[in-house]
C-alpha cells in the first residue's frame, strides 16, 4: 500500500508558477513509476506527466510541455510539479498517482494509487 498526499495548490494569476508536491509513505517509493494528472470542472479526468523509477525518464501531455516539469526525490519520497507561465485552461484538481510497473505512462489504469488532489486556480 502506498499513502500519497499532494501539497502546494493554491490561486495564481495568468503567467505565474506554482508547484506541486506529492509526499508518499509505505511501499518503497522508488519502485513506483509516478505521475500527475488533473481534472477540471465538469471534464474527465486528464494525463499531465510521469516520470519514472529506474532512470527519470519523463513523459509529458502536449498541452504542458514546455512549460511543466516533473521531478521526484526518492530520499524524500516526493516527486514534484514545477509549473510555470500558467494558463486559465490549467485550472483543475491535480492528482499525484503511483504505478507499480515503474515505467512512465498516460495510461490510467496502470496507476494503482492516488492521491486526494491539490486544487489549482489559474485567473485571467
Known amino acids: 500500500q502506498v499513502q500519497l498526499v499532494e501539497s502546494g495548490g493554491g490561486l495564481v494569476q495568468a503567467g505565474g508558477s506554482l508547484r506541486l508536491s506529492c509526499a508518499a509513505s509505505?511501499?518503497?517509493?522508488?519502485?513506483?513509476?509516478m505521475g500527475w494528472f488533473r481534472q477540471a470542472p465538469g471534464k474527465e479526468r486528464e494525463f499531465v506527466a510521469a516520470?519514472?523509477?529506474?532512470?527519470?525518464?519523463?513523459y509529458y501531455a502536449d498541452s504542458v510541455k514546455g512549460r511543466f516539469t516533473i521531478s521526484r526525490d526518492n530520499a524524500k519520497n516526493t516527486v514534484y510539479l514545477q509549473m510555470n507561465n500558467l494558463k486559465p485552461e490549467d485550472t483543475a484538481v491535480y492528482y499525484c498517482?503511483?504505478?507499480?510497473?515503474?515505467?512512465?505512462?498516460?495510461?490510467?489504469?496502470?496507476?494503482?494509487?492516488w492521491g486526494q488532489g491539490a486544487q489549482v486556480t489559474v485567473s485571467s
Open positions: 509505505g511501499r518503497t517509493f522508488s519502485n513506483y513509476a
Open positions: 498517482a503511483a504505478d507499480p510497473t515503474g515505467w512512465a505512462t498516460s495510461l490510467e489504469s496502470t496507476y494503482h494509487y
Open positions: 516520470i519514472s523509477w529506474s532512470d527519470g525518464s519523463t
